[in-house]
Nanobody, 124 residues
Framework: QVQLVESGGGLVQAGGSLRLSCAAS????????MGWFRQAPGKEREFVAAISWSGGSTYYADSVKGRFTISRDNAKNTVYLQMNSLKPEDTAVYYC?????????????????WGQGTQVTVSS
């Protein structure tokens, strides 16, 4: 069982930046593709970004491309989401997810483990 704990959320003004972290309990963290998803009030959960087990491949939703960057540090069992030029529409609960031997895709059903989420609020 992999436990994922997100941190780094908060309140920020439009145009600002935040960096989210997701720490994993699993010693074989490098065997997992990792993804970030978000869910705004009244909306379905949606894909944000994903990264392969090695970090060599990344994938982004069109809505965040050029503003967000996903990265990972396998030595620290941690994945990050650097969010720049934040907009009010980025307001949501952000979740990280892990997919064993995964392909770093956007399909939620592929992910095996999920964190509890961290709130990001962007004020206009």
């Amino acid at each position: 069982q992999v436990q994922l704990v997100e941190s780094g959320g908060g309140l920020v003004q439009a145009g600002g930046s935040l960096r989210l972290s997701c720490a994993a309990s699993e010693r074989t963290f490098s065997s997992y593709a990792m993804g970030w998803f978000r869910q705004a009030p009244g909306k379905e959960r949606e894909f944000v970004a994903a990264i392969s087990w090695s970090g060599g491949s990344t994938y982004y939703a069109d809505s965040v491309k050029g503003r967000f960057t996903i990265s990972r540090d396998n030595a620290k069992n941690t994945v990050y989401l650097q969010m720049n030029s934040l907009k009010p529409e980025d307001t949501a609960v952000y979740y990280c997810a892990a997919e064993f031997l995964g392909r770093a895709g956007s399909f939620m059903g592929s992910y095996d483990y999920w964190g509890q989420g961290t709130q990001v609020t962007v004020s206009s």
